[in-house]
């Protein structure tokens, strides 16, 4: 095991040393091998590596042209420059769009006419689209803006279109309603692009066509809401039916779509679907569970205190700590001894005990998270951690951190977790004093 | 709201004419106006006939479909409004008149509803206005927005262009009647406490008509932040402010007059409420606590470039040369404050307003932050500040230096934390000013809950929690690096482009404003 470990280090710091061979791995066959090299990239950042995927990138399989992208984006801008420029004419079209629509957001607009350039030119696929239009996202340009309102004419990929329509919920553009109202005029189209441009009305505050999009919703089952959330989130208002529809999913669902569905009563309901929220508060599933009582908060701005010291004191700890966390964000510590109980704990529920004990802002907090950072659970740790990192400007709202500064990682060797934590702790006992 | 606008108020009556008044922004494209008009006349009692509908764009040349009993062009008419938003600020008064004009060549019953979330604040002559709905005898219906608690949104920013006649006020009251523009706080709780009622003026026409004013809140908007700029030291931006939701019966017993403007004043310059308050007002504004200046009559109500300029002293200079000047300023605080206290210990309750008393205790709560605020700052100025630059300072990991640079190079800057959570939480927390600042932030915990006591659920607690307690640190003057404007190769050079005709006013929309619910009003 320590064998294996240590092998593991040596080949990451060999490729440390080696920014060639790390930016080869940039393309290999193996996801998790290219995810591996993109992580290492993004942190470390080694100057020697840009110009090498710089050059290699137009050669690259899609997906690792997609990874330099972001890696490159990453660089400070007078290192990624050049090569935003130079990958702004490339040949592959993801490379030259996503270069371009970086260095317009940068406010080089003379590179505007380049990129509109590349979205004409001809076989451009609908694999290519749906890859390239989320590197649009939010970008705002009156002629960029006029060749996506046309793509929406003609998009034929449900996902491109629905990522082309998101991107409108953020540009707003007048001339989006009538580009859509004329596809949805389209007699032969499918029912997810359908559903996509009925739901941009929606969140643009047209109901006129609500009649229209809740049997192609009810047809469609619950993953419609999941793909379409960000839609449902910007509506103004959501019409009564649609609402029935929502509530009808958030109970009858599987914890994730529950909890999207959650997330639009938490922002819509009335008081026809509190019993509905407060059903689900009892859900079997402690994310579901959270989730509606978090929609429930929200929409009548009280806690149901008494319920929620009784599952304070319950023998669940996970619905324990979710209660004491409730209370806190109504300004109640009632549950802030349970949450340093289970935090000192060593138990499955130790790591949610820190980072809800994260959230308060006391001096016991941090000693508990300090002491934390010694467990032998690595899940533990890294709760600990975060939490740290979060808690201690907030504690300390005069000074600076910069964690790097400290040795401790929560991944960390033994030693290098113990020196680290030698530091951490001489700092809070200094700064405790003060 | 489009039920009461166009129901006959007499069932007998020949005819009834009513004018839609569409103010089409952005905000209020997206309140569904031509979908519930359609289904209202579905209904017989909205039948057209004897009822006719007449469509106008505010800052249309022309009407766009005189009074009409055709439900197809009616419709139209409206969508036709909405499809082009206009966000420039436009005169309603002047159109409400001259609606008025042509209404009063009508027979039967006469109304004009106006929709507009944006411009009751660009006011023109309300008492013309008020005498045009009398003598025609028009009752005014408004779908409009919220107000700002005494909004001082334009008394801040005096040099915008207002169209002509017109005069940029706004805000629930028709004065602003709340004390602005506090010492070391980020923004007034005026631009971004949500009332409870419309504009003012709007309100005021409605009110002389005997109309009603509808308040129009997006179902998504009610989302609570403690801070609007910056994230808050204690919760995760998941805090649920149960004392902001906004309760009817409260907001009732605190609602501004209507009358006209003159007498708003008489009546607030004669209650003793206000008399305290304004004593303490002028008195902070003399000692730079506070740069909103009174309201006075004859006078739009402004920043006072004395008290501001009193008040960047404190910005300016060496933190230790400041201590005195804020040491003087602390004392006059205190001052201020006990002599307001002693003032309303003196008052009769039922003699004053409950509105103004609300003020002149929201009045003591800020005396009492701005004195936390002049300790903290003064802890800050002795203990942290001078250390800021010191190379030889002892820093352990993870904590970093404050600061590098040339101190001869800086001035002082400040943040705020919310007193959304109250006073207490920051006794945790580690802050300069030692057993000074904890005995006053003590002393301020108990006072926030006892006016928290009284005014929860009402505008003036959302007020205070939009106050909060500065965080002092050191900025440096930055050298700005001008990226060369690009060249077209041919043609003009890209000029800069001309100012959009308003002033931004971030947040302010009311469909997409971050305000509480506030339970309607109105």
């Not at chain 1, 509109?116 to 696929?125: A, E, M, V, Y």
């Not at chain 2, 040099?159 to 706004?170: F, H, I, K, N, V």
Request: charged share 25%; net charge neutral; glycine share 6%.
């Amino acid at each position: 095991m320590i064998r294996s470990l240590a092998l593991c280090c040596l080949s990451l710091w060999a490729l440390v040393q080696d920014p060639q061979a790390l930016v080869e791995r940039l393309n290999e066959e193996s996801v998790q091998a290219r995810n591996e090299a993109y992580l290492q990239l993004l942190r470390e950042k080694p100057r020697d590596a840009l110009p090498l995927i710089e050059a290699q990138a137009p050669n690259w399989r899609v997906e690792a042209q997609e990874l330099a992208l972001y890696i490159a984006q990453s660089y400070p801008t007078d290192q990624s420059l050049p090569c935003l420029k130079r990958w702004s004419t490339a040949k592959p079209a993801l490379l030259a769009a996503g270069a371009g629509a970086q260095l317009l957001r940068l406010g080089y607009s003379e590179n505007e006419q380049e990129l509109l350039k590349t979205l004409r030119r001809p076989g451009l696929s609908a694999a290519d689209w749906s890859r390239i239009v989320p590197k649009f996202y939010g970008l705002r340009s009156a002629e960029l803006t006029r060749a996506l309102v046309e793509r929406i004419r003609i998009e034929t990929d449900p996902n491109a279109l629905r990522t082309l329509l998101e991107h409108f919920l953020v540009v707003e553009e007048a001339s989006v309603q009538p580009a859509v109202q004329a596809r949805l005029s389209q007699a032969q189209l499918p029912a997810e692009p359908r559903i996509s441009l009925l739901a941009y009305l929606l969140a643009r505050g047209d109901e006129s066509r609500v009649q229209d999009l809740l049997p192609l919703l009810q047809a469609e089952g619950a993953s419609a809401l999941t793909r379409h959330l960000r839609f449902f989130q910007a509506a103004p208002r959501m019409p009564e039916p649609l609402l029935a529809w929502v509530a009808k999913i958030a109970e009858s669902s599987a914890s994730y779509v529950a909890q999207s569905a959650l997330t639009v009563l938490a922002q819509f309901a009335t008081a026809k679907d509190l019993a509905v929220l407060e059903r689900l508060v009892d859900h079997k599933d402690i994310t579901v569970s959270k989730a509606a009582l978090d929609a429930l908060l929200k929409r009548t701005g009280t806690v149901p205190r008494e319920s929620l010291l009784r599952t304070l004191q319950g023998p669940d700890p996970a619905r324990a700590l979710a209660a004491a966390d409730a209370l806190r964000r109504a300004d109640d510590d009632s549950g802030y001894a349970r949450v340093c109980e289970l935090a000192r704990q060593s138990s499955a529920q130790q790591a949610e005990a820190l980072r809800v004990l994260s959230r308060f802002v006391r001096e016991d907090s941090g000693a508990l998270l300090i002491e934390a950072l010694a467990a032998e659970d690595l899940a533990v740790r890294r709760a600990a951690e975060q939490g740290l990192r979060e808690f201690l400007p907030k504690y300390f709202p005069y000074r600076r951190f910069d964690w790097t500064s400290t040795s401790y990682r929560a991944e960390g060797s033994r030693e290098q977790r113990a020196s680290g934590l030698t530091q951490i702790r001489a700092f809070w006992d200094s700064a405790r004093k003060r | 709201m489009l039920e009461r606008a166009l129901a006959w108020e007499d069932p007998n009556a020949e005819a009834r004419t009513v004018w839609l008044c569409i103010d089409a922004t952005a905000s209020l494209s997206s309140t569904g106006l031509p979908e519930a008009l359609s289904a209202l006349l579905d209904q017989p009692n909205f039948a057209l006939g004897k009822l006719k509908v007449g469509v106008h764009k505010v800052g249309a040349k022309q009407v766009l479909l005189p009074p009409s009993e055709d439900r197809t062009a009616l419709l139209e008419a409206l969508r036709a409004a909405l499809a082009q938003p206009d966000e420039s600020i436009q005169d309603l008064y002047s159109e409400l008149r001259m609606l008025c004009q042509l209404l009063g060549a009508r027979a039967g019953e006469r109304a004009i509803l106006l929709a507009s979330l944006e411009n009751g604040d660009a006011e023109n002559d309300i008492e013309a206005t008020v005498q045009k709905l009398k003598a025609t005898k028009t009752r005014l219906f408004v779908l409009g927005s919220e107000s700002y608690l005494a909004d001082s949104y334009w008394a801040e920013r005096s040099y915008s262009e207002a169209p002509r006649d017109c005069e940029l006020r706004g805000g629930d009251n028709a004065i602003i009647d709340l004390p602005f523009g506090w010492l070391f706080q980020i923004g007034s709780p005026n631009e971004a406490t949500p009332s409870g009622f419309g504009d003012y003026a709007l309100s005021r026409l409605v009110a002389a008509s005997e109309g009603k004013l509808f308040l129009y809140q997006a179902a998504s908007s009610a989302a609570h932040q403690c801070m609007t700029l910056g994230s808050c030291l204690f919760c995760s931006n998941d805090h649920i402010a149960s004392k902001e939701y906004y309760r009817r019966a409260l907001l009732e017993a605190l609602a501004p007059s209507l009358a006209p403007r003159t007498q708003v004043l008489e009546q607030w310059a004669s209650d003793p409420y206000a008399k305290a308050t304004l004593t303490a007002w002028r008195a902070a504004l003399q000692a730079g606590l506070v740069r909103g200046s009174p309201p006075r009559a004859g006078h739009l109500t402004f920043v006072d470039g004395n008290a501001q300029g009193k008040a960047n002293l404190l910005t300016d200079g060496k933190p230790d040369r400041n201590v005195a000047r804020a040491e003087t300023a602390l004392k006059e605080c205190k001052r201020i404050l006990s002599a307001l206290e002693k003032d309303l210990e003196r008052i009769d309750a039922s003699s004053g307003s409950p509105r103004a008393r609300a003020i002149a205790e929201f009045c003591a709560c800020m005396l009492d932050v701005t004195q936390v605020n002049l300790i903290g700052y003064i802890g800050w100025c002795e203990e942290l500040a001078p250390r800021w630059f010191d190379d030889a300072a002892n820093v352990l990991p993870p904590e970093i230096r404050p600061l590098e640079g040339d101190p001869k190079r800086a001035s002082i800057g400040f943040s705020t934390r919310s007193l959304c959570h109250g006073a207490r939480p920051f006794l945790a927390i580690e802050l300069p000013g030692g057993a000074r600042l904890r005995e006053a932030l003590s002393a301020l915990d108990q006072r926030i809950q006892r006016f928290e006591e009284r005014y929860a659920h009402t505008p003036y607690v959302v007020a205070l929690h939009r106050q909060g307690i500065a965080i002092f640190h050191q900025v440096f003057n930055s050298r700005l690096v001008e990226r060369p404007r690009p060249r077209s190769k041919s043609g003009e050079e890209n000029g800069p482009s001309s100012g959009t005709p308003r002033p931004g006013r971030a947040g302010r929309s009311s469909a997409s404003g971050t305000g509480p619910t506030s339970g309607g009003g109105g």
